[in-house]
């Protein structure tokens, strides 16, 4: 761990999350830190390059109610979950602060358990370059007025987004989080880089971009075979084409073989990369009007075809954005898939 590192993590402080108490009051729960960077303050980052990070309340919180020091990290008993949002590759709008309902559930939840049951030592929540969303309704990227100079960090094309990711754990894992088994959730777009940030990174020209990877990976409303979609949507989803196609253009490019490359249900030959896996779990919701349930039956198929990992398949219920929206069966969700850590 370096001095740049400490610096940029000691750059932003710790905020107390509040739950109720068994009296009807307010209980610190938990911790957090919002949009850390995670390039050292010795390079130039971008304003997407940064992460969230939640740990749960110490024995003596609740009784100082004062947050670590900004420098600290706190180190809790348990495994850590880093989720990976979605928005396909582009929407400014959904980001790190999407997995937040579901953080409150989590350290709610622990906070009221005293049998220390799936333990979680901390979670975290990464941001990473977007591609280029011109038809953004409110904030279009590159700006609609040519004479507002574009976000660097809203111009991204593969593989800048799972770069990011990459080093955003490999941050983390300086800092001496998520060592060892830990889960790797993403919903949507993060499932397909979930699945990205497992293979041999040398995939992506970015045989540099090292990581300890996890035992675990939990993917919900996930996007698996972006090519086939297009090629050949289900007859519900036949009027999103066009725009599978547009954002899948603006994130891989023309070539239609960098789309299979990239994607995990038609990438080839990369279960033997994951030598530290054991499981995937795949959720998706059958009332999704955005991503079809055929996008976790692909997945399936590849996987049980493929590999020798555990897979399993759940529900994850209600519209595609739902999930995170109310955070409650996300919160279900990733306690399930630390539990299976065991």
């Given amino acids: 761990m370096s001095e740049n590192d400490w610096s940029t993590w000691a750059s932003v402080p710790w905020v107390g999350v509040t739950g109720a ?10 911790w957090h830190k919002k949009r850390v960077p995670y390039v050292p303050d010795d390079h130039h980052h971008l304003s997407l390059q940064n992460l969230d990070v939640w740990i749960p309340a110490g024995d003596s919180d609740n009784q100082t109610q004062t947050p670590p020091e900004s420098s600290e990290f706190p180190k809790r008993s348990g495994s850590w979950l880093i989720f990976i949002h979605g928005g396909a590759w582009r929407d400014p709008i959904v980001d790190s602060s999407c997995f937040s309902a579901a953080a409150s559930h989590i350290l709610r939840k622990l906070a009221s358990e005293s049998d220390g049951s799936a333990p979680i030592a901390g979670l975290a929540s990464l941001n990473y370059r977007l591609s280029p969303y011109p038809d953004h309704p409110t904030d279009p990227s590159p700006p609609s007025d040519p004479g507002v100079p574009p976000d660097p960090a809203r111009l991204a094309k593969h593989p800048d987004h799972i770069a990011d990711v990459l080093t955003g754990i490999a941050f983390l894992q300086r800092l001496g989080a998520a060592n060892g088994r830990y889960v790797l959730a993403g919903h949507s777009c993060g499932a ?10 040398a995939r992506w020209g970015l045989k540099e971009k090292t990581i300890g990877k996890p ?27 066009d725009a599978y196609e547009e954002f899948t253009r603006g994130a891989f490019g023309d070539d239609k073989a960098a789309w299979k490359a990239a994607c995990p249900a038609t990438a080839s030959a990369w279960p033997h990369e994951w030598k530290d896996g054991t499981r995937v779990i795949l959720v998706q919701s059958r009332g999704d009007s955005l991503v079809p349930y055929d996008q976790l039956e692909g997945m399936r198929a590849y996987l049980e075809a493929e590999s020798s990992l555990h897979v399993e398949e759940l529900e994850a219920g209600g519209e595609h ?9 996300l919160a279900q969700l990733c306690s399930e898939a630390v539990s299976r850590l065991r």
């Fill in 192 to 201: 397909t880089l979930a699945f990205q940030a497992v293979m041999d990174p």
């Fill in 21 to 30: 108490d068994s009296n009807g009051g307010s209980q610190v729960i938990g």
């Fill in 215 to 241: 035992s675990v990976l939990l993917g919900v409303n996930g996007l698996y075979d972006l090519a086939g979609f297009i090629a050949n949507p289900p007859a519900k989803f036949k009027d999103l084409r």
């Fill in 321 to 329: 954005d739902q999930i995170w929206e109310e955070g409650d069966r």
